[in-house]
């Protein structure tokens, strides 16, 4: 699953945090316009995992797309998803709110176990909520529930 980008990376990797998009549609560019929006480079997560909705147009969804990874940022490039913890840590996006799909929750763990596997420092991994100062529910995953799956 290595993107050919990530084969060489300069930077220590010791935190994987989880976040959610906030929407319940979109995907790796509609984030990255969102980013850009703000006056950041691009995308700020490593990787997005799609729902079945690329649109806000709910009445179509892509079961096909349920599930999906995608990539944002080159894991060798510092982040912008979790102030103070960027340069040390990779980014993960899940498109959505409160609600995840098991192809979503499948694909993250996929996502976190190559993680793991490519970066041997990696420590923890954590809900974007369970940062210190962090006042937001982000990423609205039980995420004891989620680092059970990956143990």
Request: proline residues 4%; contains cysteine; glycine residues 10%.
């Given at each position: 699953?290595?993107n050919?980008?990530?084969?060489?990376?300069?930077?220590?990797?010791?935190?994987?945090v989880?976040?959610?998009?906030?929407?319940?549609f979109?995907?790796?560019?509609l984030i990255d316009?969102?980013?850009?929006?703000?006056?950041?480079?691009?995308?700020?997560y490593?990787?997005?995992i799609?729902?079945?909705?690329?649109?806000?147009?709910?009445?179509r969804?892509?079961?096909?797309?349920?599930g999906?990874?995608?990539?944002g940022?080159?894991?060798?490039?510092?982040?912008?998803?979790?102030?103070?913890h960027?340069?040390?840590?990779?980014?993960?996006?899940?498109?959505?709110?409160?609600?995840?799909t098991?192809n979503?929750?499948?694909?993250?763990?996929?996502?976190?176990?190559?993680?793991k596997?490519?970066?041997?420092?990696?420590?923890?991994?954590?809900?974007?909520?369970?940062?210190?100062d962090?006042?937001?529910?982000?990423?609205n995953?039980?995420?004891?529930?989620i680092?059970?799956?990956?143990?």
């Amino acid at each position: 699953m290595a993107n050919h980008v990530d084969l060489l990376v300069s930077r220590k990797i010791n935190h994987i945090v989880v976040h959610c998009s906030d929407s319940n549609f979109g995907g790796w560019q509609l984030i990255d316009h969102w980013h850009k929006n703000r006056g950041w480079d691009g995308i700020g997560y490593h990787y997005v995992i799609c729902n079945a909705y690329p649109t806000h147009n709910y009445k179509r969804p892509y079961p096909s797309r349920d599930g999906r990874i995608q990539y944002g940022r080159g894991v060798n490039e510092i982040g912008a998803h979790a102030k103070g913890h960027n340069s040390h840590s990779i980014g993960i996006c899940l498109i959505g709110t409160r609600y995840f799909t098991g192809n979503q929750i499948d694909s993250l763990i996929m996502v976190i176990d190559d993680l793991k596997n490519r970066f041997p420092d990696i420590e923890s991994v954590v809900g974007h909520c369970e940062l210190p100062d962090v006042h937001k529910d982000c990423p609205n995953l039980d995420m004891d529930y989620i680092r059970r799956l990956i143990a």
